[in-house]
């Protein structure tokens, strides 16, 4: 009997606790949903009269329908504003959900499990393979032709053909992204530099000169959850992760090198090795007054410490072979299972329209990536903006490739286990090759 | 370390106690106008409805998760599902052969060393200090050590993030102001272990507390009478009274604590994300990434499969322990 006592006990134990293994994952995924009114009367003047921005004949007969919109981060009230004019335009509304980047494969997963998606998302463009692979998006090939704004002419080169193999289309350019270098011209001017490093070796000398400033200051930042750094740093040096082959292939000079320049400014003790380490703040401080990112730290510097304002710049990347810097952004595209794409298409025809993007650079930041919005910009005499653009006409994209997500994480984790935890560095590269191999294979 | 999985244990574990009698053996003598028939099925008919619980929320799962882990489900298979495919072992393989996948059961093994032991000591001694007195002061009291079973973990995390943080962190603030020198409190990979036991054991202790205060309270008191009036001190009286007392709360608690160490998850999920360098990655954390970080959901499944079988082994074997110095 003393068998059958504890067994059930023991089952239903076991049982239940397992099921809450990953059953007390906090919902922190605090999306906010919102609908943007009908009756927003704040149809701007340059959107009616503009030439080439009439949204199609094919919104006729859509008014009143509401699309579900995805946007990525956290720019979800400025992204209503935004659209409003096209509700006023149009009469179709726009509900935004918005998901915080750290749980958009969460939602992608479910949604394409439960076959409950938007009819529009946001796409990170480090993200677009698993959207695709995941069948996710539909491609509106036979559609595209009503929409104006949307031929391959309207964004730059052959960027329409890389991110929709197979000749489909799944997704358009929305935002584009590239990495600077950001500076402080105040703290180096202290130190006795007039100009920002240009190249690699510069870039270590003055971090140096810089970290010398006292036990808590720091030459430069390197932030550990930064998967494209080191990519970037491996096309700086002349090489590339991808083989002639197409396969990913990390065993090269150019990625050794990368490895140590990566290394180079751990060993000499001159980047912070706290991993919660806020960038923008590190920054305005001055404690870490030299850091590789995006036009959005721009922002984020211009709204928490306008007082700066002339004691900062931005650069291109400094220069190893090349000054090779990340290609990133975000695409929009209509959801597989969308039941009006039509009115989808319409809505990202007016996101891609030039003074939409324009629009959505003043409020949040965020590059246009259509041609003609990026030319508009560059005509203005913004210092910054021309650095930009000149960083994003030498930009290059992370592999689209499903598998590089887990490669890039595994990279992250051999750089940091040598900075911070001391790992033998030729240990540490041998065990990656072997778990890029792994995950290559499956 | 869900409180839905504790609330899950008491009720599994009630039935259990040593010292409860089924209705019907004390009902025996006494003479029912209902039919045996009838007699044998009204037990069933009062667990089925968390029996029916149990099987959808309970055993479907597990046989879903055991099913998925002989296939390479992945974001394309949940597309479409004929690209999902019966590969056989070979996720358990591929799982023996995977260097982080030992890691991480090797960080809970050291989560479990230290922090078991930590929650049963810190939350008997507090337990013992509150049943000193059932004043107002301690009654308030009681509230406070309870409050952190009670706070959403995403505002634990943020506070103690805040309080962790390298740059303007409370903690490093203090520290540099009596002159020491400031510590990577969540960077460095041996601290960061630390630093995310101490918030799951904080956290911890208060269900823990309430749990062994219900059980001291209900100690009669005449024992300590009669231990005085034999000259017992306070340390005898706790030795030889109050401890064999409570060995069946000492038991529960033991058994939810160990089940919630071996699924470590929220704390560093929010806090670290199982970083440093992997240095904070538990065993539910490492399935987690891989499910739905990396969505490989069949290689996923069979490392759930894995803990399933741990947490069985475990259990069964703590129970029977207990059973045989105890029945």
């Not at chain 1, 579900?68 to 720019?75: E, L, Q, R, S, V």
């Not at chain 1, 309207?154 to 990495?179: E, K, Q």
């Not at chain 2, 995390?157 to 805040?162: K, T």
Request: hydrophobic share 45%.
């Amino acid at each position: 009997m003393r068998l059958t006592n504890w067994r059930p006990l023991t089952t239903a134990l076991a049982v239940m606790l397992v099921l809450t293994a990953c059953g007390g994952v906090s919902e922190s995924e605090n999306s906010t949903e919102s609908t943007t009114p009908v009756t927003s009367a704040t149809t701007d003047a340059s959107v009616t009269e503009t030439t080439q921005g009439v949204v199609s004949g094919t919104t006729d007969g859509l008014a009143g329908t509401t699309l579900n919109f995805w946007i990525m981060g956290d720019t979800a009230t400025a992204f209503e504003e935004l659209v409003s004019g096209f509700t006023a335009e149009t009469g179709i509304n726009v509900k935004v959900d918005a998901i915080p980047w750290d749980a958009v494969n969460d939602r992608l997963t479910t949604a394409v499990a439960s076959g409950e998606g938007p009819d529009v998302t946001q796409i990170g463009l480090s993200l677009l393979p698993t959207f695709i692979a995941g069948e996710a998006l539909m491609d509106v090939s036979d559609l595209v032709g009503d929409y104006p704004n949307l031929t391959a002419a309207s964004f730059p080169s052959d960027i329409m053909a890389t991110l929709n193999p197979g000749g489909a289309t799944y997704s358009f350019p929305w935002v584009s992204d590239t990495r600077v270098l950001f500076y402080r011209s105040d703290i180096l001017g202290d130190a006795g530099f007039s100009e920002p490093p240009a190249t690699w070796d510069e870039l270590l000398k003055m971090a140096s000169v810089l970290a010398d400033r006292g036990s808590t200051k720091y030459g430069y930042y390197i932030p550990q959850w930064d998967a494209p750094l080191p990519v970037a740093y491996t096309w700086q040096a002349g090489g590339d992760v991808i083989a002639a082959d197409g396969s990913i292939d990390l065993d090269t000079p150019e990625f050794r090198d990368a490895v140590d320049h990566y290394l180079a400014f751990y060993d000499a003790g001159v980047v912070p090795t706290a991993g919660d380490w806020d960038q923008a703040l590190g920054f305005i401080t001055g404690d870490a007054p030299m850091l590789v990112s995006g036009p959005y730290l721009a922002g984020a510097i211009n709204d928490q410490a306008p007082e700066l304002e002339g004691s900062w710049g931005v650069t291109m990347v400094p220069t190893g072979v090349n000054n090779t810097s990340l290609f990133a952004g975000s695409n929009v595209g209509v959801w597989s299972g969308s039941e009006n794409p039509e009115a989808a298409l319409a809505l990202i025809d007016y996101l891609a329209r030039p003074e939409t993007q324009l629009a959505w650079y003043a409020a949040v930041n965020e590059l246009p990536a259509v041609s003609a919005a990026l030319e508009e910009l560059k005509a203005g005499d913004d210092a910054m903006v021309a650095v930009y653009a000149a960083q994003l006409a030498n930009s290059r994209l992370l592999p689209l490739d499903p598998a590089w997500d887990a490669v890039g994480q595994e990279i992250l984790t051999m750089l940091n286990s040598v900075a911070l935890t001391g790992a033998d560095k030729g240990q540490a590269l041998a065990d990656l090759f072997d778990s890029v191999a792994r995950i290559v294979e499956g | 370390m869900g409180v839905l999985g504790r609330q899950e244990v008491t009720t599994a574990a009630v039935p259990a106690r040593p010292t409860h009698h089924e209705p019907g053996s004390t009902n025996t003598s006494r003479k029912q106008r209902i039919s045996a028939a009838t007699k044998s099925l009204t037990p069933y008919g009062f667990v089925a409805p968390s029996f029916l619980f149990l099987l959808a929320f309970g055993i479907l799962p597990i046989v879903v998760a055991a099913v998925v882990s002989f296939t390479d489900l992945d974001i394309t298979g949940l597309a479409n599902p004929d690209n999902i495919s019966y590969i056989g072992l070979e996720n358990y393989r591929r799982l023996i052969s995977d260097s982080d996948f030992w890691r991480s059961l090797q960080t809970t093994g050291i989560f479990i060393v230290f922090g078991v032991p930590s929650i049963i000591v810190i939350s008997l001694t507090i337990a013992l200090g509150l049943s000193v007195s059932s004043s107002r002061l301690f009654r308030v009291l009681r509230m406070f050590y309870f409050l952190p079973a009670i706070t959403a973990i995403v505002a634990i995390s943020l506070i103690w993030g805040f309080m962790y943080n390298t740059q303007f962190g409370l903690l490093n603030y203090l520290l540099t102001s009596i002159g020491s020198s400031p510590i990577n409190w969540l960077s460095d990979p041996q601290m960061a272990k630390v630093s995310v036991a101490i918030v799951a054991i904080w956290r911890a202790t208060g269900l823990n507390i309430i749990i062994f205060l219900a059980a001291i309270q209900s100690i009669p008191r005449d024992y300590y009478e009669a231990a005085a009036i034999d000259g017992a001190t306070g340390w005898a009286s706790f030795r030889w009274i109050t401890f064999p007392l409570l060995r069946f709360a000492l038991l529960f608690v033991t058994v939810t604590t160990l089940i919630a160490w071996l699924q470590f998850f929220d704390e560093p999920f929010v806090l670290t994300d199982g970083g440093p360098v992997g240095a904070t990655t538990s065993i539910s954390l490492f399935i987690y990434q891989e499910g739905f970080s990396f969505n490989r959901f069949g290689y996923a499944s069979a490392g759930t499969v894995v803990l399933f079988l741990i947490i069985v082994t475990v259990t069964a074997f703590q129970l029977r322990l207990y059973r045989s110095n105890h029945a």
